[in-house]
């Protein structure tokens, strides 16, 4: 290595020893065996959806055995919405969710899974969020019903009570029922529900009444079954109730063993603010009574209505906490299993509540802006555990049957940017025999099953995935920046029917400050300060965003944290205020601790001072140069070596020397994707084709040992491959005729006959190569990717990658009869020195699109009887209006003799 700019300082971007991470590779030897031959269990999973469930054994283990022979490691058990009528003649058969029948199914799935040496995962609950028909009205979702009823007015009555509401309080305050003024409320009752309204004064008066009522929200996409009430997850009593009548009954399906983790999706309890115990729970927890105060919950815009809301936002995240997520928990340790839960929504949890599952799980590939995934990672480094989860793939490439692997890549790299470790592809959707193809799929989410023509290049893929999950499982993270969340302020925004501090997020964590941390070198993670007071600040520099309320506690953390040498950066407004009305409104406590704060630390203007600052605090991680805002990178640090994952996010080459400022003797790059290890130059520019990625591993010795590098050819030359004789073998839809094709003619969908085809296409072609030419290097090398337009909503969730490949959508590639490899990504080129001869040669190209052209070709699926017996359950999403994919290879078609650097 020339180059001095690669240094670590053991002391920067390395997170406390608490976040050790067990069992990882801790020696360059058994880190070297481990990348070329992975565990399985950090094979990618699959959520494994059951529709109806209509199922059945000799298709469940069919399935099985075609996940196991891609590479795909596990699978979680998600039973949905039904996609037959009853047909007991072709084997379709609703079972109801959790009868005998079902059960049998599970068993039966989990046991051949487990032969295979798959890890199984079980959703305890149909459809999402938790409910069924075993949650009764009294412990359903709950919330604060309010009725503001103006006095003196001729239709002024008396509210009615609707089936499971409990009246709390009544008050009249001077206004109207949109505008009243709140601080001067008047209580008149409590508990007991006014026989009658108040007089008016003959002033614009209001009288409020206060229900605890219920969301009545239904689960969603439920099984058959599987319908009824969301539960209350901060009732503890009915989160007990759930437990024993529906996870005690699932848990029948595992006899043998218990599933490797139960499951909870993300929380979806809309509008749930209030739970019955809530007012005894929070006078406990907060040492004054929130009855009285309850027109400023509902009003709003005052001081002291934002300090009541702080307060009541941190007793529903107490009370999810300590009566749901901690009580799944322990359910799951009694039964010898994990939770794994997405720990972000509503009712608001916090960073915080994240160390209470045992597997926390994100989701989402916004690596720029604020995400769940990095949610879910930042806590999993804060509180040491080694592996985040994540799922995947949940809006790509809309609609269903159009994601293609390439897809599958950009949005999996970007989630190990944000500290994923174990992708849960969503998902795999059970289609039943006979169905017509490509069959069943969700109604939103990628179709990752065999019945999608690009099938056969799944096992390259889930390697690719499998070595950079496990590589990213290596060491301890050295995340060097921590983005302090205004949690406070999110809880101070809260109001009735909106309780979610995730919700709230975006509008402090923005991609502009993203951006200003990820494009100066450094990657980060989120702190919230209840984490922060539990286990320390690991983290060289801490940014606080802009803020302007900060708890007594959090001071105190903060002032600590200072005092050891750690490094604040404050942006723009900085806190003057007391979180809550518990602090007793210590305004001038905050604004003076914060003053005392700021003259040891550094406050910029905004986002775009922060890099000159970040750098002033300490070296960049990696100098991205011009290469800012398209690669980003993960580290983790090692005792023996250090490990760079490095990412084109963008639809273009991108140029960068490889400039990290941690110092070992030697570097190499490991390829995910083969295993091959080569020796790394790093002060020479590479380039990144579009999406592409690298590991880059630094350590202290002993090297590969390899030759030196062949020199670039000085004679390079190429011959353009074609004509192509086509064959259409049919793995879906018609088997159109083999064909002959000229170089200009290989875009399938261009043809009338073949314009609906999905399947596989075989390219064979002839080439004569001279003795000569076999002596140096030989690649096969397709266009360059064409980058289009991202013509993406910035509020429309999901991604996929923004270029026209030259192959649509991926290849595997034949010389002699012999596997080269496959293409499925940029840069579209192989390397086949050695599988030529001197003379002819043939050349096989088994060419995959995807299953759109055929559903495009044909009627769009009446589900209209399904609906009208099961009700509407779901609404296929980007179906109308199909239109064929351009599918097949865009040429020149080239073998390149000579030294090459690809065809992107």
């Known amino acids: 290595m020339k180059r001095a700019a690669m240094r670590w300082n053991a002391t920067l971007g390395v997170l406390a020893l608490a976040c050790l991470v067990h069992g990882s590779a801790q020696t360059l030897s058994s880190l070297r065996s481990g990348f070329a031959d992975p565990p399985s269990d950090a094979k990618p999973m699959v959520r494994w959806w059951w529709f109806g469930p209509a199922v059945e054994q000799p298709e469940l283990a069919r399935e099985l055995d075609a996940m196991h022979a891609a590479g795909i490691g596990g699978v979680e058990l998600a039973a949905e919405y039904p996609l037959t009528l009853d047909d007991p003649a072709r084997h379709l058969v609703n079972l109801r969710y959790g009868s005998p029948e079902y059960l049998d199914m599970v ?75 709140a601080e001067h409320a008047r209580q008149i009752t409590s508990n007991t529900m006014p026989a009658s309204l108040e007089s008016a004064a003959g002033k614009p008066e209001v009288e409020l009444f206060f229900f605890a009522s219920h969301t009545r929200q239904q689960v969603k996409r439920a099984a058959f079954g599987g319908e009824g009430y969301v539960l209350d997850h901060m009732s503890k009593a009915a989160v007990d109730h759930y437990l024993d009548a529906v996870g005690s009954t699932l848990l029948r399906g595992f006899p043998d063993k218990p599933p490797y983790a139960i499951f909870s999706d993300s929380l979806e309890v809309y509008g749930a603010d209030w739970t019955g115990a809530l007012p005894e729970e929070f006078q406990r ?23 009541v809301r702080h307060d009541w936002a941190e007793t529903l995240s107490d009370m999810v906490r300590d009566n749901y997520l901690l009580t799944v928990a322990q359910f799951a340790a009694a039964h010898g299993t994990r939770f794994r839960s997405q720990t972000y929504g509503t009712p608001g949890v916090t960073l915080f509540d994240e160390h209470v599952p045992q597997l926390p799980e994100g989701e989402g590939p916004q690596w720029r802006s604020f995400s769940f995934t990095r949610w879910a990672s930042s806590a ?23 994601a293609t692997p390439l897809d599958m890549k950009a949005e999996a790299d970007r989630m190990f940017l944000e500290g994923v470790n174990q992708i849960i592809g969503h998902g795999y959707p059970y289609s039943a025999p006979g169905v017509e193809e490509p069959g069943w799929s969700l109604y939103a989410a990628a179709a990752l099953n065999d019945h999608n023509p690009w099938w056969p290049v ?25 983005i302090l969340l205004p949690e406070a302020d999110a809880q101070a925004a809260f109001r009735p029917g909106h309780v979610s501090v995730t919700e709230e997020m975006p509008h402090h964590i923005t991609p502009a400050l993203m951006g200003a941390v990820l494009d100066a070198g450094y990657n980060l993670d989120y702190l919230d300060l209840a984490s922060a007071e539990a286990r320390g600040i690991g983290y060289p520099v801490v940014v606080v965003p802009p803020t302007h309320r900060l708890s007594l506690r959090g001071l105190d953390v903060l002032q600590a944290y200072a005092a050891k040498g750690g490094k604040l950066i404050f942006i723009g407004d900085t806190p003057t205020l007391a979180a809550g009305q518990s602090d007793r409104l210590d305004h001038a406590k905050v604004e003076q601790g914060v003053a005392a704060l700021l003259r040891q630390s550094v406050h910029v203007r905004d986002e775009s001072e922060l890099g000159a600052a970040l750098a002033k605090a300490m070296p960049p991680d990696v100098e991205l140069g011009d290469a800012a805002g398209k690669l980003g990178f993960l580290h983790r640090h090692l005792p023996s070596s250090d490990i760079y994952f490095l990412v084109n996010t963008s639809n273009q080459p991108v140029r960068w020397a490889p400039h990290v400022r941690a110092h070992r003797s030697i570097a190499e790059w490991w390829n995910p994707e083969t295993g091959n290890v080569t020796m790394a130059v790093t002060d020479q520019v590479i380039v990144l084709p579009p999406y592409a990625s690298r590991l880059l591993v630094l350590h202290d010795g002993p090297g590969i040992s390899t030759a030196a590098a062949p020199q670039r050819a000085t004679e390079q030359h190429a011959t353009a491959l074609g004509p192509w004789q086509i064959e259409f073998p049919g793995s879906a839809g018609s088997k159109p005729e083999p064909a002959e094709r000229d170089q200009a003619d290989t875009v399938w969908t261009d043809n009338a006959a073949t314009r609906f085809y999905s399947g596989e296409a075989i390219y064979r072609t002839q080439v004569q190569v001279s003795a000569a030419e076999i002596g140096g290097p030989i690649s096969l090398e397709f266009a360059p990717s064409l980058p289009i337009e991202d013509t993406q909503l910035p509020n429309k969730p999901g991604t996929r990658a923004w270029i026209d490949p030259p192959v649509r959508e991926a290849a595997i590639v034949f010389v002699n009869g012999k596997r080269a490899g496959s293409l ?20 096989e190209l ?43 290879i865009r040429g020149p078609v080239r073998l390149v003799f000579g030294e090459s650097e690809g065809a992107e």
Do not use: C
């Open 107 to 181: 068993h039966f799935a989990e046991d051949h899974a487990r032969a295979l040496g798959m890890r199984v995962d079980l959703t305890l609950g149909s459809g999402w969020p938790f409910g069924g028909p075993e949650v009764s009205l009294a412990d359903a979702a709950g919330k604060l019903k309010i009725v503001a009823v103006p006095l003196g007015a001729a239709d002024a009555k008396l509210p009615q009570s609707a089936e499971g509401d409990t009246f709390i309080a009544a008050f009249v305050v001077d206004g109207t029922p949109a505008h009243y003024d």
């Open 285 to 307: 927890r907060r040492g004054y009574s929130l009855i009285p105060y309850l027109p400023l919950l509902a009003q709003g815009s005052t001081p002291q209505a934002d300090a």
């Open 380 to 402: 999993n480094h804060i509180f040491g555990n080694d592996v985040t989860s994540a799922e995947t793939f949940t809006w790509l490439h809309s609609p269903a049957f159009r």
């Open 458 to 482: 799944m096992p390259d893929v889930t390697r690719y995935l499998t070595r950079v999950s496990w590589m990213l499982r290596q060491g301890k993270p050295a995340n060097d920046v921590a």
């Open 824 to 843: 499925w990504h940029p840069p579209y080129a192989l390397a086949l020195t050695g599988l030529l001869h001197s003379g002819e040669n043939s050349i």
């Open 846 to 888: 088994h060419v995959y699109n995807t299953a759109i052209n055929e559903l495009a070709g044909e009627p769009p699926r009446d589900y209209s009887a399904l609906k009208a017996k099961y009700g509407d359950r779901f609404q296929m999403q980007d179906m109308n209006n199909l239109e064929p994919v351009p599918s097949g």
